[in-house]
């Protein structure tokens, strides 16, 4: 059982690292030195008043929205490109796994989203394949560029990391 699940685990992460074309992969505020190394968030405190949106309850549901359409095998490309950070670098990326069979399985459950700032958040959620959870509680990161909450590139370039390529600029 373990070594399916780690199997589909692997699976479902190589769906996002297709070729090397993700060369765009990197977040606008590092300094480079970290990119590449995914990373647990430390365990937040109770946000307060500006460790978050203006409206939280809508924010939160923008992410969980957000999150779930990225991950939807059914959602365009097009659209994809306007829910992640700096999506418009990541279009041949997102291009390409619209033909791939196994992200046509792939989808996510969100399970929690954390506000860290007015502008970012941390988001737990479920990697799943055909339906059966492929990646229990994963981490991930949503922020908000652009007035639209965005599955954040780190996220994206941790899970290629997971599936063992090596990918440029991630």
């Given at each position: 059982?373990?070594?399916?699940?780690?199997?589909?685990?692997?699976?479902?992460?190589?769906?996002?690292?297709?070729?090397?074309?993700?060369?765009?992969?990197?977040?606008?505020?590092?300094?480079?030195?970290?990119?590449?190394t995914?990373?647990?968030p430390?365990?937040?405190?109770?946000p307060?008043?500006?460790?978050?949106?203006a409206?939280?309850?809508?924010?939160?549901?923008?992410?969980?929205?957000?999150?779930?359409?990225?991950?939807?095998p059914?959602?365009?490309?097009?659209?994809?490109?306007?829910?992640?950070?700096?999506?418009?670098?990541?279009?041949?990326?997102?291009?390409?796994?619209?033909g791939?069979?196994?992200?046509?399985?792939?989808?996510?459950?969100?399970?929690?989203?954390?506000?860290?700032?007015?502008?970012?958040?941390?988001?737990?959620?479920?990697?799943?394949?055909?339906?059966?959870?492929a990646?229990?509680?994963?981490?991930?990161?949503?922020v908000?560029?652009?007035?639209?909450?965005?599955?954040?590139?780190?996220?994206?370039?941790?899970?290629?990391?997971?599936?063992?390529?090596?990918?440029?600029?991630c």
């Open positions: 059982m373990v070594l399916k699940r780690r199997a589909t685990a692997f699976a479902a992460a190589a769906v996002l690292a297709l070729t090397p074309v993700v060369a765009g992969c990197s977040d606008d505020g590092g300094s480079g030195s970290d990119q590449g995914p990373t647990v430390p365990v937040p405190s109770a307060t008043g500006s460790d978050r949106p409206d939280p309850a809508a924010a939160e549901a923008e992410v969980t929205r957000n999150w779930t359409a990225f991950f939807d059914k959602t365009p490309a097009a659209e994809r490109v306007k829910l992640l950070e700096n999506g418009e670098s990541m279009a041949p990326v997102l291009g390409a796994f619209a791939d069979k196994n992200a046509q399985q792939t989808s996510v459950k969100v399970k929690e989203v954390t506000f860290t700032s007015p502008t970012g958040a941390d988001v737990t959620y479920d990697l799943l394949v055909a339906g059966n959870t990646l229990p509680d994963a981490k991930g990161t949503s908000l560029q652009n007035d639209t909450w965005k599955v954040s590139v780190k996220t994206l370039c941790g899970l290629v990391q997971v599936s063992g390529a090596t990918v440029p600029g």
